[in-house]
C-alpha cells in the first residue's frame, strides 16, 4: 500500500505486471518492463518508490512512488541474485534485504 493508503500495488507473476489499484480496487496503472519478468515480492520504502523482484529476470527494480515509471534496476543476476522472492528496505542501516527462493540465501546490500 502507498504511504498515504489510498493506492495498493499488486504484483501479477503470470503477466509479468505490476498493478496500481485504488482503494476500491479500480486499476489506475499497468506496469511492465522487460527488466521484469514474473514479479514476486514488493515494497513500498519510506521516500514512496516501490522495490519490485522479478523473479523470472533475476531482478530488483524500483519504481515510482505511482507504479508508473522505472527509475532504476537496483540489482541483476550478475549481483548473485538468482529467483528473489521477497525485498524489504531497511532505513535504519540503508540496506536492501532480499530472500531468495531456491538457495534459501537472504542478500544484505547498502543502497547509497
Same mark, same amino acid.
Given at each position: 500500500?502507498?504511504? $498515504?493508503?489510498?493506492? #495498493? ?7 509479468? %505486471?505490476?498493478? +496500481?489499484? &485504488? ?33 523470472? $529476470?533475476?531482478?530488483? #527494480?524500483?519504481l515510482d512512488?505511482?507504479?508508473?515509471? %522505472?527509475?532504476? +534496476?537496483? &540489482? ?37
Open positions: 500500500m502507498s504511504l $498515504s493508503g489510498d493506492k #495498493i500495488f499488486v504484483t501479477n507473476f503470470f503477466h509479468d %505486471k505490476v498493478l +496500481t489499484l &485504488a482503494r476500491e480496487g479500480t486499476v489506475l496503472h499497468t506496469f511492465t518492463d522487460l527488466d521484469l519478468e514474473r514479479p514476486r515480492g514488493i515494497h513500498v520504502i519510506a521516500q514512496g518508490q516501490v522495490l519490485v523482484c522479478g523473479y523470472g $529476470s533475476n531482478t530488483i #527494480i524500483q512512488g505511482q507504479g508508473t515509471k %522505472k527509475l532504476a +534496476t537496483i &540489482a541483476t543476476r550478475r549481483d548473485r541474485f538468482i529467483h528473489p522472492h521477497s525485498v524489504c528496505y531497511n532505513m535504519s542501516t540503508s540496506s536492501i534485504i532480499v530472500g531468495q527462493t531456491h538457495y534459501g540465501n537472504i542478500h544484505v546490500f547498502k543502497v547509497k
